[in-house]
């Protein structure tokens, strides 16, 4: 599976951006997530879909600013991003995972098996 990030660039204090994550091939038991590595960080979960029920989980710390969805008849997964502030900037990956049905989505990094190259995020103040 090869994932292909977008949607990246800069921004003022207070905006908007969507990215978008492209899959090659997408599986009905796959999990998508979205992390994002800011300078000195480590990576960090921001949110995660189903992609068979599009259930989603997002991480506490963006919960009401930031919202992940799919669309699966383009093999997409989006992560729409506002009220954004210059401790969001980071690279942002998206990230794939085959899972049993029923699993819970991972906010660990190191089990998830396909990553995409990331795409830049600056917010300026």
């Known amino acids: 599976v090869q994932l292909q990030a977008s949607g990246g660039g800069s921004v003022q204090a207070g905006g908007s951006l969507r990215l978008s994550c492209v899959a090659s091939?997408?599986?009905?038991?796959?999990?998508m997530g979205w992390f994002r590595r800011a300078p000195g960080k480590e990576r960090e979960f921001l949110g995660g879909?189903?992609?068979?029920?599009?259930?989603?989980d997002i991480e506490d710390s963006v919960r009401g600013r930031f919202r992940v969805s799919r669309d699966a008849t383009k093999n997409t997964m989006y992560l729409q991003m506002n009220s954004l502030q210059p401790e969001d900037t980071a690279v942002y990956y998206c990230?794939?995972?085959?899972?049993?049905?029923?699993?819970?989505?991972?906010?660990?990094?190191?089990?998830?098996?396909?990553w995409g190259r990331g795409t830049l995020v600056t917010v300026s103040s």
């Open positions: 091939a997408i599986l009905s038991q796959n999990h």
């Open positions: 990230a794939a995972r085959a899972s049993p049905r029923r699993t819970p989505i991972s906010r660990l990094p190191a089990v998830w098996h396909y």
């Open positions: 879909i189903t992609w068979r029920e599009a259930n989603t």
